[in-house]
């Protein structure tokens, strides 16, 4: 049984879900592939304790503090491929950007083989966790802002809201 829950942010609702442990997805109200990996049936329940942790988290975040997002507990679905894309996503630092391009060369660094930022980018599309596995941090290269499913100026208001300076991004 999976369960949700709905967290109001600066940059709308957010819906939680989880498999009663674990948090299974985050997503941003209208994204694309809104609640994607969710069961067809499931029950709101406000008071688990992984939703208490990340309702927690999201205030410390949106208070402008750094919580680790180590400190949840999560359970994203999804090939090995984009499992691993999302673990280098949890390496990127608050407040700070990378590109696709970089996160492609960590993946042939570890995998040995040629990896296409543009593979890159359908993993990190599928991301289920936003905001904590962090793919609003990852630009294209020319500090372009591309790519990111619950819309660009999401994506802006939540790099501002880092502090990323964003002079000179397009």
């Avoid at 994203?76 to 280098?88: A, M, N």
């Avoid at 060369?105 to 991301?127: D, F, L, Q, Y």
């Avoid at 289920?128 to 941090?137: A, N």
Wanted: charge should be positive; glycine fraction near 8%; charged fraction near 30%.
């Amino acid at each position: 049984m999976q369960y949700i829950t709905n967290y109001e942010s600066m940059i709308g609702t957010i819906t939680l879900a989880s498999d009663g442990e674990n948090l299974t997805g985050l997503w941003i109200k209208n994204q694309k592939y809104f609640a994607k990996t969710l069961e067809k049936e499931y029950k709101e329940n406000d008071n688990l304790e992984i939703f208490k942790d990340t309702k927690k988290w999201l205030n410390e975040y949106f208070a402008g503090t750094k919580p680790n997002p180590l400190d949840l507990k999560l359970k994203p679905s999804g090939t090995e491929f984009q499992k691993l894309i999302w673990q280098i996503l949890l390496t990127i630092p608050y407040g700070e950007v990378t590109t696709y391009k970089e996160i492609a060369e960590k993946v042939e660094k570890i995998n040995k083989k040629r990896t296409s930022p543009r593979a890159v980018g359908g993993a990190i599309g599928k991301n289920q966790i936003s905001i904590i596995i962090p793919c609003h941090r990852v630009v294209g290269k020319n500090k372009k802002l591309t790519g990111y499913a619950g819309g660009i100026d999401k994506k802006i208001k939540l790099l501002e809201h880092e502090g990323v300076n964003l002079d000179g991004y397009k």
